[in-house]
């Protein structure tokens, strides 16, 4: 796979250095030169130049790339870089860092943007994935599908508990795809019956997430002052 990758700092020299260990074509567009540190990773191309501009993105090739990631600090600079990867060169895979989180909102398909990629809430995500039991915590939305990647650890109250994957009846398209159990992780299969603690993961529709957490773990409703419980 060949892949190009606008800015040339921590974040993009980090992602060029895991992809061409894993044996894929990589490309570092930088327009500063006192960045660029060419001896970091001797199996990395690199290229100075603006990688907003169409110029330096035809010497880049980026017609014959597979994935092209924008990855400077400059959200607008990653929105341009997006745009043009995908509407002049026809990239089919497009991702996007944004540096913050107030611009998330345009970083879309209108913005040639198939994947958007926000350190602030991943970190948020995973943080709150580590010490929330019995709430759905969203880690990953899919853009182009309209789906994201929930996880919920299983509280041992969960009516959900002793219940075998082929017996549980999900609501409308949100799919099982792994158990963490132990910090092992492995495929659900339809006699594993769901324990105390479980790491679910889902690929669900956002519209079906109150609906996915409301049926793993139902919560109580005050009604008039007292607590009535929810159905089950």
């Known amino acids: 796979?060949?892949?190009?990758?606008?800015?040339?700092?921590?974040?993009?020299?980090s992602i060029a250095k895991e992809?061409?260990?894993n044996g894929h074509s990589v490309l570092l567009i930088e327009k500063e030169s006192d960045?660029?540190?060419?001896?970091q990773i001797p199996q990395v191309e690199y290229l100075l130049a603006d990688a907003c501009e169409l110029e330096s993105l035809e010497l880049a090739k980026l017609d014959t790339c597979d994935v092209a990631i924008a990855a400077t600090g400059d959200d607008k600079?990653?929105?341009?870089?997006?745009?043009?990867?995908?509407?002049?060169?026809g990239v089919p895979r497009t991702v996007s860092r944004v540096n913050h989180p107030a611009n998330e909102w345009m970083f879309n398909d209108l913005w040639?943007?198939?994947v958007m990629v926000s350190t602030p809430r991943l970190i948020g995500a995973l943080v709150e994935?580590?010490?929330?039991?019995?709430?759905?915590?969203?880690?990953f939305s899919f853009r182009s599908g309209n789906a994201n990647l929930v996880e919920m650890t299983l509280p041992a109250q969960s009516p959900r508990i002793g219940v075998k994957v082929e017996d549980l009846e999900f609501p409308g398209d949100c799919v099982l795809?792994?158990?963490?159990?132990?910090?092992?992780?492995q495929a659900p299969q339809p006699q594993t019956i769901l324990e105390p603690n479980d790491e679910l993961l889902f690929v669900c529709d956002p519209?079906?997430?109150?609906?996915?957490?409301q049926y793993l773990m139902p919560k109580t409703e005050t009604v008039c002052g007292g607590e009535a419980e929810a159905n089950q």
């Open 112 to 114: 040639g943007v198939d």
């Open 207 to 213: 519209s079906f997430e109150p609906e996915l957490a």
């Open 19 to 21: 992809l061409s260990s």
């Open 129 to 139: 994935e580590a010490v929330t039991v019995g709430d759905l915590v969203r880690l």
């Open 1 to 13: 796979m060949r892949v190009v990758i606008a800015g040339a700092g921590n974040v993009g020299t």
């Open 35 to 39: 960045v660029i540190a060419t001896h």
């Open 177 to 185: 795809v792994c158990i963490l159990r132990n910090a092992i992780s």
């Open 77 to 89: 600079a990653n929105l341009v870089h997006s745009l043009l990867a995908k509407t002049e060169f």
